[in-house]
């Protein structure tokens, strides 16, 4: 990890406008227990890592935990994104999905994965609407996975919106107003309100129907296809369910029925 640190920590500080970084602790968790232990049990099952700006303090978990491929030097470059957001921002609070996305921008966390999911909750108006992504991210692992996607998307719409080449003059700007509203407006001319509105329809615009059949690479189309296609099978067999549910308690109407009559 240190060596990571030291290959990646100039690159975030560039990102950010920073000289340093301060003093910085990075701890790695050997099991599950220890990693909620030093979380204090604030990050749900599914994370890997920590950062706790207020202590200096980094927490991963070890990738000998971890159930599936692990990008470490992504995550460490995250969890630093993070450190670097918070020295910069101070005092001043900005919604999670900015925080998240800023962080995913710095780390370049995008993923073919995140496209299908973006795809689906398009397709069948699944998105999470980002006034729900300002605090806590959702538990469960799928909408988790959507949450950091529209967060990634979103930190996209605002570069676009105010021609920022580095995401980190995002930050910067929010710290010079002092507010994150205040440098929303001034920077886009959008509320809050305004722009939730206008992220929605870019995401339904960039993920929709007709961009997913004309624009996307046959990679992408494949996956967003599968997603769709469990979907449709999971509905079909809700449904296959439900039939066999109402033939058993007509079974049982009839049943009881016949109990109730006299034989002679």
């Not at 580095?166 to 440098?183: E, I, P, S």
């Amino acid at each position: 990890m240190g060596e990571i640190i030291a290959a990646r920590e100039q690159d975030v500080l560039d990102e950010m406008g920073l000289t340093e970084l301060g003093p910085l602790r990075v701890l790695i968790a050997q099991n599950e227990r220890k990693f909620a232990e030093l979380t204090q049990r604030g990050v749900p099952d599914w994370g890997v890592g920590c950062a706790i700006a207020s202590q200096d303090l980094i927490v991963l978990k070890s990738p000998r935990i971890v159930d599936y491929p692990l990008q470490i030097e992504k995550v460490v470059v995250h969890e630093l994104a993070h450190i670097a957001t918070a020295r910069v921002l101070g005092s001043v609070r900005v919604p999670r999905w900015f925080d998240e996305g800023v962080a995913m921008t710095v780390a370049g966390q995008w993923r073919l994965t995140q496209s299908s999911a973006m795809a689906a909750a398009a397709l069948f108006n699944g998105l999470i609407p980002l006034g729900e992504l300002e605090g806590r991210f959702p538990e469960g692992t799928q909408e988790a996975r959507l949450a950091y996607a529209e967060s990634f998307r979103a930190v996209e719409l605002l570069r676009r919106a105010t021609e920022h080449e580095r995401v980190g003059d995002l930050v910067n700007a929010v710290k010079a107003d002092g507010d994150f509203d205040a440098a929303l407006e001034r920077q886009t001319g959008m509320t809050r309100a305004a722009f939730y509105i206008a992220a929605d329809g870019f995401f339904r615009e960039r993920f929709g129907i007709g961009l997913l059949l004309a624009g996307w690479n046959p990679l992408l189309l494949a996956a967003a296809v599968l997603v769709v296609l469990a979907v449709v099978l999971r509905v079909r067999a809700r449904r296959w369910k439900l039939k066999q549910w109402e033939k058993e308690e007509r079974g049982r109407g009839r049943t009881k029925r016949r109990g109730d009559r006299s034989w002679q």
